[in-house]
């Protein structure tokens, strides 16, 4: 079984204001996308930046044999949302948006009212491949790149950088807790026993405190003293597979020149046992061709193929 998650960067069918402007491009990003899934070979792919549920369709339309979709019913404002693309029928668990209790909202901008839910809903299914039963959840956290009032991408000062640097951070944090609180959920005290994975775009690094707070108990991440000695808080916490990536692939976007991974699989006791293995890009090209460097104007890119991430991948062997 291979575990995946990709970011597939707005995926719109041609003719808004956010997709590519061309139906030429259109078929271009989808021939990009599809090659690179069939190269994967994913029994299960998160998905993220699905903005047209049709879009997805036509995507799986282009991949052999026979694919299922899941997509979560909370969009974002530009209607992008999570999902995913199945070989196994999944079934839906959980699709939220909604700060758990007693979580408050939080300041999302200068002026606006505060922010009570997450900005993309978290959905989690459940697939059964041959005598593995695998609960998923897949995510899309706060984005790093700021957007100011007006729809700039540039501040008019520092002041107004830090503010807005601080509303996202504010944001980002809030999902993570309300992800973990789905994780929780599904985990039930029971790590040693289930076999959960959260996924996703987290729009942050590794050793960032957004994504450390997913992992639950801390003590026992891979390459740690700990990891070797088993405890009771194996049952709840969860691990980033990312050390077990090679370390030249280790990067899943490029912004302003500078690799960071940001995108990625974390998954509990029992079902780190069976990874076998791990890596960005396919298991057929691993990241040979260079990723576009991002920079703060996303709409750079709106006519280009393929995505400015790499899938993230683990290989599971029951």
Known sequence: ?????????????????????????YKAKLTALASVITELAPTLLGVQ????????????????????????EYPDDRGIRVGFLSRPAPRTITD??????????????????PVYRTGRGFLAVEIVSGAM??????????????????????PRNEGERARYGAYALYRRAAEAT???TVADGLLDGKGRE???AVLGDLNDEVTAATTQILQGPPGSEIGTPGFERPDRGDAARL????????????????????????????VSRLLLDQVTGAGTGTPVHV????????????????????????????????
């Open 1 to 25: 079984m291979l575990l995946g998650t990709w970011n597939l960067e707005n995926l719109y069918r041609p003719g808004g204001p956010f997709g590519p402007r061309t139906e030429v491009a």
């Open 49 to 72: 930046e699905v903005g047209d549920p049709e879009a997805l369709e036509d995507l799986a339309g282009m991949l052999d044999g026979d694919w299922h979709i899941a997509l979560s």
């Open 96 to 113: 939220t948006n909604t700060f758990p209790a007693p979580l408050r909202p939080v300041q999302g901008d200068d002026d606006g009212e």
């Open 133 to 154: 039963t695998l609960t998923v959840v897949v995510c899309h956290l706060k984005s790093k790149l700021l957007t100011y009032p007006g729809g700039r991408f540039q």
């Open 178 to 180: 309300t992800l973990r």
């Open 194 to 196: 289930r076999n959960v």
């Open 239 to 266: 691990w980033n597979i990312a050390p077990l990536i090679p370390e030249e692939q280790r990067f899943s976007r490029v912004h302003s020149g500078r690799p960071e991974l940001i995108d990625h699989i974390m």
């Open 287 to 318: 990241q040979e061709t260079p990723l576009p460097s991002v920079d703060e104007d996303p709409g750079k890119r709106r006519d280009a193929a393929g995505s400015d991430h790499a899938p993230v991948w683990a290989r599971i062997e029951p």
